[in-house]
């Protein structure tokens, strides 16, 4: 099953839209006016200022006191290179009980939240729902929680809960409640050291050599950090996840704390060490195929602990006994979150990463994940690399895993 335990990438975040009942904010409260305050919770929290932070927020909700508190705590504990927090158009009154309690004025505004941990090489970037009431002409912060009615979109994992973190050079670690900042680290520590030197060319100059991990409270927080809906990642242990736009965002590992539970320590050193080889190679952002993608991050994770790869293929090897061996290598639909194959397509992938390898070299087989991240197909990516076609390559698979299924 731990072939089946990586999401590759980011679940498609829920479009925004409006609600119904919304309308235009008040043209009262220019927008630079609420960015100033907002710009001075940032500073303040940052700072440690707590009674600066207090100051721009709202007691109307007595509920949003604990929230406040949460959000202060975390900012000003979290080892933070980079945090800028700026409003966009498209404020919206607030409607029904929620403009009782605060203000017929208040509103809800859009912001992007950009952070970056210590040492790492891009910050994160995500766009939250931040509401405002007034208060003598001034703005206050009085909600983070009136996001419009379908806009679930990822969220920083500070977002959702309490957290702790720790740092060991480019290695950082940020944890929920329940979670051992300590332990994490150290566990990270060895995957970095097991992918260190395993992926050479085809990390080329693109990783630090170190990663970000985040290990939410919960299933729901881990859920929440994707921006996914619910339980469509229950079962999967881990998502190397580009927190931001395309091609400029940090890559972090997110651990689903539910999965990771049930593993014994050589699991999650291999779930982490198979993250650790997307973050490498930034497969977020690549055009290689999926099975490669997967393929190759299992077949890294997998070599260096072969106590865990004892019985990864049976899922496939079965399906081979049953009906044969594959057509062809798995395509990448086989690999969303939910697919009922999804173990099958992961044995598939990494049965074909380790044929390379054990037939031509390891070398041989970072080489051809490179020529495909590179944008290269495979008809040509095999014959350069391998020195044979794209069928035949198929076809001594095939041979390959029929010998396995013979035992």
Do not use: K
């Amino acid at each position: 099953m731990l072939l089946a335990a990586c999401g590759h990438g980011a679940p498609a975040p829920a479009p925004s839209s409006p609600a119904a009942d919304a309308t235009a904010a008040p043209s009262s409260v220019p927008l630079a006016l609420a960015q100033s305050e907002v710009d001075e919770l940032v500073r303040s929290s940052r700072a440690g200022d707590r009674r600066a932070f207090d100051a721009g927020v709202s007691t109307r909700d007595p509920s949003f006191a604990d929230r406040a508190r949460l959000l202060f705590t975390n900012l000003s504990t979290l080892p933070l290179d980079e945090l800028t927090l700026r409003l966009q158009p498209g404020a919206q009154l607030l409607s029904g009980t929620r403009r009782q309690l605060l203000g017929a004025g208040a509103w809800r505004q859009p912001a992007v939240l950009v952070w970056r941990l210590t040492g790492e090489p891009a910050p994160a970037e995500h766009t939250v729902w931040l509401t405002f009431t007034t208060e003598g002409g001034r703005p206050l912060l009085a909600g983070t929680s009136d996001a419009p009615a379908g806009s679930a979109v990822p969220q920083p994992i500070w977002w959702t809960g309490p957290v702790t973190a720790a740092v060991d050079g480019s290695t950082t670690v940020v944890v929920g409640a329940g979670q051992s900042a300590r332990s994490w680290l150290r566990r990270s520590r060895t995957a970095v050291a097991t992918v260190s030197g395993a992926v050479t060319s085809a990390a080329d100059d693109r990783w630090s050599g170190g990663v970000t991990v985040e290990v939410p409270a919960s299933r729901r927080d881990f859920e929440a950090v994707l921006g996914a809906e619910e339980s469509t990642y229950a079962a999967i242990a881990a998502v190397t996840l580009a927190e931001g736009p395309a091609g400029s965002a940090a890559v972090r590992v997110v651990v689903n704390p539910d999965v990771s539970r049930t593993l014994a320590p050589v699991g999650i050193a291999v779930v982490l060490a198979h993250e650790t080889v997307h973050v490498a190679t930034r497969s977020v952002d690549s055009p290689a195929p999926t099975w490669a993608v997967e393929g190759f991050a299992d077949q890294v994770a997998l070599h260096a602990h072969p106590e865990a790869a004892a019985g990864a293929a049976e899922p496939l090897l079965r399906e081979v006994r049953r009906s044969g061996a594959p057509r062809r290598l798995p395509a990448d639909e086989r690999f969303r979150a939910g697919e009922p194959e999804l173990a099958v397509s992961y044995a598939a992938s990494w049965s074909a990463c380790r044929y390379v390898a054990e037939t031509y070299s390891p070398a041989a087989l970072q080489q051809l994940y490179t020529a495909l991240d590179a944008g290269r197909p495979l008809d040509e990516a095999a014959p350069d690399t391998l020195g044979i076609s794209s069928a035949a390559l198929t076809a001594g698979w095939q041979r390959y895993l029929r010998r396995l299924a013979r035992g």
